[in-house]
């Protein structure tokens, strides 16, 4: 069975882990999942993905750790985008959105963290218990505290304690609670209101966004201003800019090309 589902609809991609009984993730069907989010980066009739897990209990645990002990090496390949195909994949500068429709711990929480907008299914529920068999939760670590206050991320890392999704929506790290029967309606939702919106300025932010992560606030000013991000000059330079102008002084929408 492939371990990884996908189903496309106009410029939207769904990308579903399907690995039973928890949707746990080795290192086959990490490169996997980094090719298709690769394919999805390089599509250009594509401008929106949503990530999930099949069934309703688990979104993803994390690391196959069965797979482990059989000889997958926790350091090993995980392909073009790193573990899970998202956390290192390059240039990635189109929205993702995860709907987390279970359990979501380990690595399975800091793949939804690599997503730009997390939904959370209403029984989802959350932990970082890398701390109880002895390892780090390596990604988390350096996200988390940049995403939520830094004592509560801590708390979390450190203790690996379970918090169900009104907790994480009340720290932020959650955008939406949604019934679980109606989680992907909702995601595809927003998918095609993003996919309906500008794909060269969400290009721009993304890039802007990552970019400016360890830079101070002028320097990444300066940057935009002088146009030194490719996503910047690209939109600056774009039809998709004047046709923005020009359709707010028609007073119609516009029509986005990408171009």
């Known amino acids: 069975m492939d371990p990884v589902k996908i189903k496309r609809e106009g410029a939207v991609l769904e ?78 500068n189109k929205p993702v959105i995860a709907a987390v429709n279970g359990i979501a711990c380990g690595g399975g929480l800091e ?14 529920t959350f932990a970082l218990p ?18 939520i206050p830094y004592h509560i991320a801590m708390e979390l890392l450190l203790t690996g304690r379970w918090f169900d999704a009104k907790e994480a929506q009340g720290w932020g790290l959650v955008n939406e609670i949604v019934a679980g029967g109606e989680l992907l309606d909702r995601a595809w939702s ?23 992560e360890d830079r101070t606030f002028q320097d990444s000013m300066n940057r935009v201003t002088k146009s030194q991000l490719k996503t910047v000059r690209t939109l600056y330079t774009s039809e998709d800019q004047l046709e923005g102008a020009i359709a707010f002084a028609e007073k119609r929408e516009p029509l986005w090309k990408g171009s």
């Open 111 to 124: 793949l939804a963290l690599s997503a730009d907008m997390i939904l959370a299914a209403d029984h989802a």
């Open 130 to 147: 890398e701390i109880k068999s002895g390892t780090v939760a390596d990604a988390a670590s350096i996200k988390l505290p940049k995403r």
């Open 15 to 92: 990308v579903t882990l399907d690995r039973p009984k928890a949707n746990a993730i080795d290192l086959a069907t990490s490169r996997l999942m980094g090719e298709v989010f690769r394919d999805f980066r390089d599509d250009p009739e594509l401008r929106v993905a949503i990530l999930t897990g099949s069934g309703n209990k688990f979104f993803c645990p994390g690391w196959d750790l069965k797979a482990a002990a059989g000889g997958d090496a926790v350091d090993g390949d995980y392909g073009v985008g790193g573990f899970g195909g998202l956390q290192e994949l390059p240039d990635l």
């Open 190 to 212: 927003l998918a095609r209101l993003l996919a309906s919106g500008p794909p060269l300025v969400y290009a721009a932010i993304k890039e802007i966004v990552r970019d400016a």
